[in-house]
């Protein structure tokens, strides 16, 4: 399990060069929770308290909703969680390992010439966000409400600012990332939440660590 989690890190970075040695430690102690999630056995979270107020959205998001309005579009009427059977906890654990194996990780700059795109990643190319965002439209298509699967900006724990597909469910709040198999509880990534899509899609919240000013999430 430690070669295969060691093997699946080294072949996906997303920020430039993270997995440093403090990554290298925290892949490694995710083992317990991988093995426990192929027993369709989620772990135990919390909900992460957010503020009070909207925040601007991330740049890149706003391009991405002009472009493809309908991957924005929340109705009001979906459930802003999702019941965590396990089908529900099978559907997000296999689609998180599907994603992170089908797509080559490379900056926007590398694939676009630009500093920071968000896209579905449609050539098989993308960064972390467009990691995501293919998560989040493939979970959608498993029935899995949208209202519940909420773009996040986090700093990561090489202080390198990052995306990940939040799931908000009924035990708690879990984190889809590219830079490992296990979804986990928020509390156990090691990240800062600086702020992520709000319940209706077109606004944004602010969380704990929240700038006053958007973040850019480029990077691989």
Request: proline letters at 6%; hydrophobic letters at 45%.
């Amino acid at each position: 399990m430690r070669a295969l989690l060691l093997r699946q890190a080294n072949a996906r970075p997303c920020l430039g060069r993270w997995f440093h040695a403090a990554a290298l430690v925290m892949v490694l102690l995710v083992g317990a929770e991988a093995s426990a999630q192929m027993a369709n056995t989620p772990p135990r979270s919390g909900f992460l308290a957010i503020r009070r107020h909207a925040v601007m959205p991330v740049p890149g998001w706003i391009r991405f909703c002009r472009h493809r309005p309908d991957e924005c579009a929340v109705g009001s009427s979906e459930p802003a969680t999702i019941a965590l059977t396990p089908q529900g906890w099978e559907a997000l654990t296999r689609i998180n390992r599907q994603v992170n194996a089908g797509i080559r990780p490379i900056t926007d700059q590398e694939h676009w010439g630009v500093a920071d795109r968000w896209d579905l990643a449609e050539d098989g190319y993308g960064d972390c966000e467009d990691f995501q965002l293919v998560k989040r439209k493939r979970l959608v298509a498993a029935g899995l409400p949208r209202r519940a699967l909420r773009m996040t900006a986090v700093i990561d724990r090489d202080g390198a600012p990052h995306s990940v597909l939040m799931a908000r469910t009924d035990q708690g709040d879990f984190i889809l990332d590219n830079k490992r198999d296990a979804v986990l509880p928020w509390r156990q990534t090691g990240y800062v939440f600086l702020q992520r899509e709000g319940g209706t899609g077109s606004t944004w919240v602010s969380l704990g660590a929240a700038p006053a000013l958007p973040v850019r999430t480029a990077g691989r």
